[in-house]
């Protein structure tokens, strides 16, 4: 006679089965030992980036940007401080291929997020010259981020759930395509918004308790700390660090910029915008962007995120420029979609977010 003994499977207080362990983010990653450039049979020749590229890599990007019918351009301002972020290792996370007169065909870069706390990401990115196309340039280049995203995140010793993440452009279906043959699929969405400032704006309400000022420099990490409380609750937000925050600011317009700040002088909420004049040929249109938007969970539901909105709108249209442009997960916990239809904003544009899930 044999006998069986029953295991009690454990659960939380309110009866819920806890998921099972993570195994270490070295093992999930399954990084490679060796990553190969891509092969030599594409006709170009492979090495990292440097600072010094910005201004060839920006022709690059802004052909590829023309080609995808985005209604964007990225400047060679943006690009140099992409590439000057001093947590980043262009020796190792970056890609350019070129051909046999040196110019520039391709690039890729992997980058990461240093406060990641609850998910742990790395970010990848590139392109091939319109006329690189279809010559299994694109096919290498993921193959290759896959494998340098893999590296980083099994080094990042963060025992958290990972994610190999792509921001895709849906004006681009090819590129989406590359991606996913290679594993990648859709996981969130995106959409950009404008509204007319040639319009009746909204008033900037009074709200009991809490006063909108401009953004100062003063204000500026009280703003960061409020950021990530105000994003705490929001799918695929992170903490942002001091050295974070401060990056990607080559656009960033502090005329354009307010704070709610309660009778202690807390940060309640802030909105931030960015100036991106290059865009405006492209677009058609002058436009102040909505860079961010944010108000703490305690003080929601007050009108405090009309105030900020309405306030930059007025901001921009004192300039003069056409519109008010912002963009928004189409799945914001907060109903920022709604928020923004209510005032007018519409749809423009979209994108997606394609990963893998480590």
Not at 31 to 39: E, H, I, K, N, S
Not at 114 to 123: E, H, L
Not at 193 to 210: C, F, K, N, Q, Y
Not at 218 to 226: F, M, S, T, Y
Request: net charge negative.
């Amino acid at each position: 006679m044999s006998e069986t003994t029953d295991v009690a499977t454990p659960t939380t207080h309110d009866g819920v089965v806890p998921p099972p362990p993570l195994a270490p983010v070295a093992e999930r990653a399954a990084p490679p030992a060796v990553l190969a450039t891509p092969p030599a049979d594409l006709g170009l020749t492979w090495r990292p980036l440097t600072v010094e590229d910005a201004a060839d890599l920006t022709g690059l990007v802004q052909l590829v940007e023309e080609a995808d019918g985005q209604p964007f351009r990225t400047s060679t301002e943006e690009v140099v401080e992409e590439l000057s972020a001093q947590w980043r290792d262009l020796s190792r996370d970056t890609l350019v291929g070129l051909d046999g007169t040196g110019a520039m065909r391709a690039w890729a870069q992997v980058d990461t997020a240093p406060g990641d706390t609850n998910v742990v990401r790395a970010f990848v990115s590139g392109g091939v010259h319109p006329l690189w196309r279809g010559r299994g340039v694109g096919r290498a280049l993921v193959a290759w981020l896959e494998g340098r995203a893999r590296q980083v995140l099994a080094a990042s010793g963060k025992d958290v759930p990972a994610r190999i993440a792509a921001y895709l452009e849906d004006s681009a279906p090819a590129s989406a395509r590359v991606y996913e043959a290679a594993g990648f699929t859709p996981i969130r969405y995106y959409t950009e918004m404008r509204r007319s400032l040639r319009t009746e704006l909204p008033d900037v309400p009074a709200i009991d308790g809490v006063r909108v000022v401009p953004w100062s420099p003063e204000l500026d990490d009280a703003v960061r700390v409020a950021h990530n409380a105000a994003f705490a609750d929001h799918w695929g937000s992170e903490p942002r660090t001091p050295e974070q925050w401060r990056a990607n600011r080559a656009m960033f317009a502090p005329a354009w910029s307010v704070v709610a700040l309660a009778d202690d002088d807390e940060v309640v909420g802030y909105a931030t915008s960015g100036r991106y004049e290059h865009d405006w040929e492209v677009a058609g249109y002058s436009s102040g962007y909505t860079e961010l938007l944010g108000v703490r969970r305690e003080w929601r539901g007050r009108g405090v995120a009309v105030a900020l909105l309405a306030a930059v709108m007025r901001a921009y249209a004192a300039d003069g420029v056409e519109y008010a442009e912002l963009g928004v997960d189409t799945a914001n916990p907060s109903g920022a979609h709604g928020l923004y239809a209510r005032l007018g904003y519409e749809v423009v544009h979209s994108s997606t977010m394609w990963s893998i899930e480590l």
